[in-house]
């Protein structure tokens, strides 16, 4: 019997509705795979909760995701819902929750299903990469500690250590190992993504990226300059397989690869760590289309999935492991068979419908 207890964080806007979406498709999943057990227990947390309670990230709700054996988190954070001094309440507790958990490797496919538009005319052999954000340090490392001198001067400060920067380039380096290797001819290979020209904590996050590659020589290491890697994602998509990069720069570019594949709604993404994992959608909670379940549940769901593979390997569950494999595979059926889309891809599906199209197909 494989059975996992995953915390569930719904979260604001949009993030209640892609939910039930994920739990129409993981109950599915759970009954037709006998042996598979999924206790999935829902926590408030977020900026509705902070403006009902003045509190974004409960204590005990952090105690609850650190004790799941997974955290599959919707969205979190209102526009209108800020700190005195300007900022979003949302980062404190998406943060918060990333520093209590360690999770310091952000794996973001980013892949284009048969079915899906591009926006991109060429996708020459298509796409299929991902990009793996460091996710505790660079820019964010100063979350809480930047400093406006006066009302002149505001500074935020780059943090990279060794031990992070490792972390994050070793899991790029397994995963392309899992992986079938670059769209354009199967090579593996690992992009380190930085401004090494510049800045010198890029010029030693690079270093740090060689010093791991030489673990790995079955995979090709090679490094860009995240200026020319915008134009290269957008010129020739088909070239690449892992990337991985200091957390802002990660932040942005996988935005930009969502872009490429049909949009924020096609973006699921992992945080991993030693002991504890997160799963969310790359998105935010899009509160312009809250509330009329009209959003795309599929990042949503194939986070789900992220989250079963992760369980798998991490328990050797061949359980689990195939049952990621099952969603993936309903979802790209659904998609390739070209009925039932949501509005974003062109179509006039329901988010719930969308998400019982996948059920079935289940
Ligand atoms: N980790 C997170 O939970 C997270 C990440 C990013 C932004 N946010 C928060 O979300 C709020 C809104 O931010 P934003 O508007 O910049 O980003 P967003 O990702 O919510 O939306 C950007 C655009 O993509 C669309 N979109 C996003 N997800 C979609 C989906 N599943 N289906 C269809 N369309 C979708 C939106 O309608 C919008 O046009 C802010 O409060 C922000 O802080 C949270």
């Known amino acids: 019997m494989s059975s996992y207890s995953i915390a569930v964080l719904p979260g604001d806007g949009i993030g209640p509705e892609i939910t039930d979406a994920a739990e129409i498709v993981l109950k599915r999943l759970v009954a037709s795979n006998q042996g598979l057990a999924l206790d999935l227990t829902r926590y408030e947390a977020g900026a509705s909760h902070y403006r009902a309670t003045g509190v974004t990230l409960p204590p005990d709700v952090v105690t609850a995701c650190v004790a799941a054996d997974a955290v599959l988190l919707a969205a979190i954070g209102l526009p209108d819902v800020r700190n005195p001094n300007g900022t979003e309440v949302q980062p404190e507790m998406m943060v918060g ?14 892949k284009l299903y048969p079915g899906v538009r591009s926006p991109l005319a060429d996708v020459g052999a298509g796409i299929d990469m991902v990009i793996v954000r460091e996710n505790l340090e660079g820019l964010f490392a100063s979350f809480g500690g930047g400093a406006v001198v006066g009302d002149q001067v505001a500074t935020d400060t780059i943090v990279i250590t060794r031990a992070g920067t490792e972390k994050a380039c070793r899991y790029a380096f397994e995963l392309a190992r899992r992986r079938n290797g670059r769209p354009r001819d199967g090579r593996r290979r690992v992009t380190c993504v930085d ?31 995240v200026d020319a890697v915008s134009l290269y994602l957008v010129q020739e998509p088909d070239a690449y ?26 973006a699921p993404s992992a945080e991993i760590g030693d002991h504890h994992a997160l799963f969310q959608p790359s998105h ?15 990042a949503m769901i194939l986070s789900a999935a992220m989250m079963l593979d992760w369980l798998g390997e991490r328990h050797d569950d061949p359980l689990a492991l195939g049952a990621s494999k099952q969603i993936e595979a309903a979802v790209a059926g659904v998609l390739a068979r070209g ?6 891809l062109g179509g006039a599906a329901s988010t719930t419908d969308f998400a019982e199209a996948v059920a079935a197909a289940l």
């Open 195 to 225: 401004k090494a020209n510049v800045f010198r904590c890029f010029a030693f996050f690079r270093e740090v990226f060689f010093d791991v590659a030489k673990q790995y020589p079955d995979i090709e290491a090679d490094a860009l300059y």
């Open 241 to 266: 397989d892992v990337l991985v990069m200091e957390n802002q720069f990660g932040d942005i570019l996988s935005d930009l690869g969502a872009g490429l594949v049909g949009g924020l709604g096609m």
């Open 339 to 344: 009925d039932c889309r949501t509005r974003d």
């Open 97 to 110: 929750l990333r520093r209590a958990l360690d999770v310091q490797s952000a794996p973001r496919p980013v």
């Open 284 to 298: 935010g909670s899009a509160p312009t289309i809250a509330g009329q379940n009209i959003a795309n549940p599929i």
